[in-house]
C-alpha cells in the first residue's frame, strides 16, 4: 500500500480543495491578461501534482510547505519562506519566517514556525570548469600524471577537442541544472576556449537562475582582440602560470571594472605560487604546496583562497593545508574540473568537514559568504539578510536529516541531493 498522502499526485487525482489552491495561486501570480487557458490550467495541475508540490509526493505535510508563491514564476511574487533559518555572515540559527518581495529579502522576522525545514543561502562554488562535463568521469585521474591529465592538451583538452559545440552546450545545460537542484545559485567557471568559450556559457545561462561569472582564459587572447573588451564581457579573468605583461594589464582592468581576477597556483608544485602573489589576485585556486613564508603574504594582501579538496586528493593525492589557510586568509569551496568530481557544493562540504578540523558553521561559511567576498558580490548574496537577493537553499528534514540535533552541522555533513527541497534563485 501506498505511503503517499491522500492528495499525492503520482497516485491520486487531485481533490476539489487542491484545485482550488492551484486556481488561488495562478490568481496570485498572472494578470488578468496572462490568465491561463484551460488547457494550460490542467497542464499545471498535472505538473504540480505530479512533482507533490501541493500533497508532498514524499509524504511531507502541509506544514513542511509553508510558503506562498512560487519562486520560479515571478520576481514580483511576495514570498513567505518558514523554518529554521540559517541568517547572517555567522550563519546563526533562528526559527522563523523571512518575506520576500521584489526578488529581495525584505524582513527576516523571529517566530514559531510548524515548517521543520533548514533554510541557507544558496552556495557559491569559486572554481568550476563546466565545459568538461562532455567526459564526465572519462579518466581515473590517478592513472595519469597532473601534466598528463592537463598539459599539451592533455587527457582534458583531447576530449574538448572531440566534442563539438552543441555537445558542449548541452552537457553544460546539465551541469547547470544539477548544480540548481544541489542548491547552488552562483559559479565562477575559469573558462577554456576563450572568447568562445565565454559566449558558449552566456548562452547555455541565459535566461536561467543559476548565475554564471565566467573567467576568460587569456592565453587564447589573439592580435585582433581587445583584452578590456572581453573582460568586460565576461565575469573577470584568469590565467595560467608563467604570466607576462598581459596578465599584469588583466589585473589593472579588472580593478578598473570591479571583476574578478582569479588564478591557480601551488598545484602540482610550489614554482608558481611567488610569481602568481606577486599579481596580487583576488583569489587563488589550490595552493596545496603553501609554504611558510606564502602565509603571511596572502595575510597582508587579503589574497583569498579557493579549496578544492576533492579535486587535489583525487588528482595529486594531496590536500590543501585548510586549517593554516584558514588561519590568515579568507578561504571558499570549489569543485574544480566536472571531468573528475560533480559540482556538488554538498558534497565539497561533507568532504571538507570530515577530513578538516575546521566547524560545520566555518565550512558553510566557505561555501556560502566566503564565495561571494571573493566574487565581489557580498553585498548581494552569500548570506540570509535583509536587503540581499533571494538566494536560498531550502533543505527537507523530513529524512534522512529527520533526527537532527544541530542544523548546520546536519547539512554540512549529512545533506544530499534528495534532501534539497528547492533551491529559491531570484
Known sequence: MSDHGPGCGCCHRPNTRDLDEIRARIKRVYGPEERLSRRSFLKTVGAVTTTGILAGCL???????????????????????????????????????????????????????????????????????????????????????????????????????????????????????FMKETGTGTFADFKEEGIQGVKDLKV??????????????????????????EIKRAGGYQSY??????????????????????????????????????????YTSHMVHTREEDYEVLEDNDIGISALPRSNLVILDKLPPLERLHEHTTVALGTDNVMLNSASMLREMEFTSKLFDISPCEVLQMATINGAKLMHQADKIGSIEEGKRARLAIIDTSRELKELRDPVAGVVRRATARDVKETVLL
Open 204 to 229: 547555455v545561462d541565459e535566461g536561467r537562475e543559476v548565475d554564471a561569472v565566467p573567467l576568460f582564459q587569456g592565453e587564447y587572447l589573439t592580435e585582433d582582440d581587445d583584452l578590456r573588451t
Open 241 to 282: 602560470y608563467p604570466w607576462d605583461e598581459q596578465d599584469e594589464r588583466a589585473r589593472e582592468i579588472c580593478d578598473e571594472l570591479d571583476k574578478v581576477f582569479a588564478l591557480h597556483s601551488g598545484e602540482p608544485g610550489p614554482d608558481d605560487i611567488d610569481d602568481a602573489l606577486a599579481l596580487n589576485p583576488d
Open 59 to 177: 509524504g511531507a505535510s502541509d506544514a513542511d510547505h509553508e510558503r506562498v508563491g512560487d519562486a520560479t514564476e515571478t520576481d514580483d511574487t511576495p514570498l513567505e519562506i518558514k523554518g529554521r533559518l540559517v541568517i547572517g555572515e555567522g550563519m546563526d540559527v533562528i526559527e522563523g519566517t523571512i518575506h520576500v518581495e521584489g526578488g529581495q529579502i525584505s524582513s527576516i522576522v523571529e517566530e514559531g514556525v510548524e515548517s521543520d525545514d533548514i533554510v541557507i543561502p544558496a552556495f557559491v562554488n569559486t572554481h568550476t570548469h563546466i565545459t568538461d562535463s562532455v567526459a564526465k568521469d572519462g579518466a581515473r585521474a590517478r592513472d595519469y600524471s597532473w601534466e598528463e591529465l592537463f598539459i599539451d592538451p592533455g587527457l582534458k583538452g583531447e576530449y574538448l577537442e572531440e566534442a563539438d559545440q552543441d555537445e558542449k552546450r548541452e552537457a553544460m545545460h546539465r551541469t547547470l541544472q
